[in-house]
């Protein structure tokens, strides 16, 4: 599970700061919003790929966050808690936008294209500029995985991005392991055709 | 386009969810296995690729902006709550307005808020602007109710003028019919004639289709 | 100007559009089931001026339940004339977003965020021009209490948008 920030010393522990807000202190889980939006705002945008929406969600996190409190454990660590509830919200956002058609998380309809990026960017076509080419990298990688259908992107990122383990992955989404791995795998094999002239130039 | 079959195993070796004996033997197998093998080492450089480039942590745009909206929106869940709750006592209410992100953060002009006077009025409640957010720093956003025009008030001030040979047209609508499965939705006169249709770009922006002409 | 996902328009919207203008009042369209709703609201672009040549003759009119509109728009508003530009009335749909578009120079994006305790919705609202967010609003809107935004200045006058929530 995603693990809690290293706490300096000095500061304040996030037991201090969960249970004061727990009994009303805003300031507390202001220093709780502060210390984890940039970790839950990278989720939420990695998921969305747009800053508007990603920023909204974020936010209606921690204000989902801050209604359950009172019912938060504190056998479990805050930013794994929090970050289930951020990816459940955003999850639900996904799943909506789906539902809504807006076409871009069609898998096979994305494949055409991939297609058409390959013919712009042939095989060998080497970049001179390897800051410019990493940043160009970074980008198209980007650009694949908002082509992702939410069920794929949610894996790729719960596993690339936030490192959890398959039996992490399955309870977060929540699914089987066999899922979790069969999902893993398409994911990969669409991000490689979207990739392709990128991935099979550098081996 | 036949989907490609299935091979847990090579993810699994790739995610290190093997034990040591399950490695060794899928090594093996790679070693003897030209195609496996280049297919392992671009499944690995495409995750290296997208944990280089997917940051964990990202600075949240206007992050002082984003802190204190959610205290507004806490304080109007509190407000409405009213006495159901003990989580809070009236000092702390005002405790948010000692906080220092209800100074103007960065180049975000930030409107807060008249809500909890409004709220604690009495009488039949009024329409309530909780927080504003302008993405431009040239643009100030206020608020204020007006009880002479018993209106709520969103004041945006430094907007650049419409051009005044800018011919700015109304439309009148008279019905409306929202397509949810491609998110648009279509605007009529009262004669029944499309008017235009409005969905989102790829950008999130809003676009709007124009009526075509007819024969 | 940024376009629509090429494949979007050429799959889905653009073959859509075009049948919505062969069968604007229905008939023919594609099967539709009304999304559940918040309310409805009545948006309207608002031009407000000194100089009474400068008006369009535009003839629209408020609903009866916005009563005395001109009349509460001068109280905070100091022009002499208030002439509605264009306006729209539309559904809140409770699960996707709404547009009010009683122009193309401004409108108005609500997304509703559920019932407001003492009556009304929770909205977040944005207001657009053309292509650029103008700002982002929570709000809560209750009958019989308007929302006035202040826009931009037109003609030494000002834009002015209304938005009302509607009683169920």
Partial sequence: ?203 | MKPPSENHELIRWLDGEMNAAERAAFEAQLAQDPALNREALEMQALSEGIRAHLPKEMVVPYGDFFNSQIQVRLAQMEVEEGARSSRFSASTVWQWLRQPWFAVAGAAAIAVISFLTLARDGHQADSQILSSYTPSAQVQARTFHDSDAQATVLMLDGLDAVPADRKVSGLNVHHSQTETEIAATSLYDASGSRLLTISRDSGGNPFFWQTSPRG | MKWPHPVLFSLVICPWVIAQDAAPSGAGTLPVAKPATEGKVWGALIFATDDAAQLTGSQEKPPASLPKLNERLSKVFSFKHFEILGQHQQDIFREYESWVVPSRDLFLKIDSKGPADQGGVNLHLQVWREQQVLVKSEAVLRPGSPLFIGGPKWKNGRLIFVLSLEQK
């Fill in chain 1, 1 to 203: 599970m995603p693990a809690s920030a290293a706490t300096d010393p000095g500061e304040v522990s996030d037991i201090d700061l969960v249970k004061r807000s727990q009994a009303g202190d805003t300031r507390a889980f202001d220093t709780l919003v502060t210390k984890y939006r940039g970790r839950i705002y990278a989720m939420t945008y990695h998921l969305i790929q747009n800053e508007t929406e990603a920023w909204d969600l974020a936010q209606e996190a921690f204000i989902k966050a801050w209604r359950a409190l009172p019912n938060f454990k504190l056998d479990a660590a805050f930013y794994t808690w929090l970050y289930r509830i951020a990816h459940n919200v955003t999850y639900d956002w996904l799943r909506k936008k789906k539902i809504q058609g807006d076409g871009e998380f069609d898998d096979e309809r994305t494949e055409h294209r991939a297609a058409v990026g390959a013919e712009t960017a042939p095989r060998g076509d080497a970049a001179p500029d390897t800051a410019l080419r990493n940043a160009e990298v970074g980008q198209r990688i980007q650009a694949a995985i908002a082509r992702l259908s939410p069920e794929h992107r949610q894996v790729i990122v719960l596993r690339e991005v936030e490192g959890l383990a398959y039996e992490e992955i399955a309870a977060m989404v929540p699914c089987s392991l066999g899922t979790v791995m069969s999902r893993l795998f398409y994911a990969r094999k669409k991000l490689q055709e979207l990739l392709k002239d990128v991935y099979e130039t550098t081996l």
